[in-house]
Structure formats: structure tokens, C-alpha cells
């Protein structure tokens, strides 16, 4: 069975400071998917960023990134130039790749709030 | 774009009253999944659907059943209702063969049991 882990519940930054989210999973699957989700005070569940697990290169979008250490499991989410609409829950998930309609496992999240 | 749609966005029932929740996925999406989300916890997943077929069971109780129907918009059914089904539920569509098996969330429907 696969497993998600956030060992961070709460963290906070400073408005455009940067900031690093962990991530760790563990699965025996040799191919995965692995997606981070924003979910702000609305509930609504928003993709930032997703990997592949066979791509060696991490995952950019704007100012969200990735550093993805396949064989140490991790899954960093790391956030710069913080606004204010970054506060929200952050989860980590994982998806494996093998089936074509597999579900979402998702960490415990953490809650990211970003200050004026 | 044409998101997910849910409704009711929110519900109200009593206990060991019955609830359907009904999901209208994105078109030509042919996956549903279905995901429970508690008061301060992360999403669970309860149940899928590909094709109109059950492609996935998670941790979803007896007292829930779910189908998807020929227009792809699936129901989920859940009886006997308790306090702690208490939640969040989300639903997902995703189309088969995309990238990333990317999942569309819809907004969801808070229920609330009284």
C-alpha cells in the first residue's frame, strides 16, 4: 500500500519570501504520479504542480517548483515571491500510473499562511 | 471551460435519513471518482466508476452505493445517515488517456447530519 506523509501541519512566511512544503511517500510502484493540491478557505481543490515519476526533471510552474528525490521518496513543493492568496491547505499526493484509473492518495496537508 | 458540476453545493439531513449526492462530470470525461474529505482532514477516497463499470472501492461504508449512469453523471446514495458522515465529498472526472491521469475536482457538496 502506498503512503503519503506531510510532517509539517502549519507552516508561515512572510509575503514574497520563499517557502519549502516536505513531502514524502512510499510505494513499490516503479512508476507514479505525484501532484501537490491547494485547497483555500473555499474548499475547492486547485492542482499547482505535477510530476512524473519517470521524469528526471523537476516540475516548474511559475512560482511553484518541485524537487522530486526518486530513490529518497520526496516531494518538496517549494513556493517564492509568497502572495497573500497562497494561504490555503497544501496537499501531497500520490497517484500510480499502472491501471489508467487509479485514485488519489493524499498526505495529512499542511496549512500555509502567508503574512502581510 | 466547463468544470464539474455538483449539487447540492450543500445538504442538510438528520440522523439515519438518506442523502444523494449527484456529480455531472466534465464532457467526454468517462471516469468518476468519488472522495470523502472530514472536518480537518485530508481527502479520502471512496469509490470509482470507468465506463459506467465500479473501476475502484475505497473505504466507503455499506450503507453508500454509487453508479454512474449512460450520460456518465453518477450518483452517490448513502443511508441510515450518522453524525460523523459529517463531510466534504468531492467529486472527480478525468478523461482516459490523458495526461498525467489528471483529475477534475468538482466544488463539492458540504453535508452536514444532524
Known amino acids: 500500500a502506498q503512503t503519503v506523509t506531510q510532517s509539517q501541519p502549519e507552516m508561515s512566511v512572510q509575503e514574497a519570501e520563499t517557502v519549502t512544503l516536505s513531502c514524502t511517500y512510499d510505494?513499490?510502484?516503479?512508476?507514479?504520479?505525484l501532484f501537490w493540491y491547494k485547497q483555500p478557505p473555499s474548499r475547492q481543490m486547485i492542482l499547482v504542480i505535477r510530476?512524473?515519476?519517470?521524469?528526471?526533471q523537476n516540475a516548474t510552474e511559475n512560482r511553484f517548483s518541485v524537487n522530486f528525490q526518486k530513490a529518497a521518496k520526496s516531494f518538496s513543493l517549494k513556493i517564492s515571491d509568497s502572495q497573500l492568496g497562497d494561504t490555503a491547505m497544501y496537499f501531497c499526493a500520490f497517484m500510480k500510473k499502472a491501471g489508467g484509473y487509479n485514485k488519489l492518495i493524499f498526505g495529512a496537508g499542511t496549512r500555509l499562511a502567508v503574512h502581510p | 471551460a466547463a468544470g464539474v458540476i455538483q449539487s447540492p453545493r450543500h445538504l442538510i439531513k438528520e440522523k439515519r435519513e438518506t442523502a444523494t449526492l449527484k456529480c455531472y462530470p466534465i464532457?467526454?470525461?468517462?471516469?468518476v471518482y468519488w472522495y470523502q474529505q472530514g472536518p480537518g482532514q485530508d481527502p479520502q477516497f471512496l469509490i470509482s466508476f470507468y465506463e459506467k463499470m465500479q473501476s475502484d472501492k475505497g473505504s466507503i461504508p455499506d450503507r453508500f452505493s454509487a453508479q454512474q449512469f449512460s450520460d456518465y453523471h453518477s450518483e452517490l446514495n448513502m443511508s441510515s445517515l450518522e453524525l460523523g458522515d459529517s463531510a466534504l465529498y468531492f467529486c472527480a472526472s478525468k478523461r482516459a488517456g490523458s495526461s498525467y491521469n489528471e483529475q477534475f475536482f468538482g466544488p463539492g457538496t458540504r453535508l452536514t447530519v444532524l
Open positions: 510505494t513499490s510502484e516503479s512508476n507514479y504520479y
Open positions: 510530476q512524473e515519476a519517470y521524469k528526471q
Open positions: 464532457p467526454r470525461h468517462d471516469t
